[in-house]
């Protein structure tokens, strides 16, 4: 059983970037998904959150609502988190994790059963 999170790198500010959660051993449409970032310094924050895939209810933190977008592929088994418009506060590593619980405000997961490694975004010119 296996989350991982990718797809990070060095961007510009007003650039963007798309991370990528994928699943092994485990089926990730059964779950909720959120992504969370720590950056320099500063606690975890939660960015964003979708809901099991027979609602697939989207919910986002005030910091990223407008410019991050967290949907699912289910072929795939993953998850995604388009960012745009990205400024050097979003400078952080990110993770995914699957759960249950989606908090409306964005974030965050009631309970977390699998957590993804995380991936490095740097947002500097």
């Known amino acids: 059983v296996q989350l991982q999170a990718s797809g990070g790198g060095l961007v510009q500010p007003g650039g963007s970037l798309g991370l990528s959660c994928a699943a092994s051993?485990?089926?990730?449409?059964?779950?909720?998904i959120a992504w969370f970032r720590q950056g320099p310094g500063n606690k975890r924050e939660g960015l964003s959150c979708?809901?099991?895939?027979?609602?697939?209810?989207?919910h986002y933190a005030g910091s990223v609502k407008g410019r991050f977008t967290i949907s699912r592929d289910v072929p795939k088994n993953a998850a995604s988190l388009q960012m745009n418009g990205l400024k050097p506060e979003d400078t952080a590593v990110y993770y995914c994790a699957a759960g249950s619980g989606c908090y409306a405000n964005g974030s965050g997961l009631s309970t977390v059963e699998h957590w993804g490694q995380g991936t490095l975004v740097t947002v500097s010119s």
């Open positions: 979708i809901t099991e895939r027979r609602l697939d209810y989207t």
């Open positions: 051993g485990f089926t990730l449409g059964d779950y909720s």
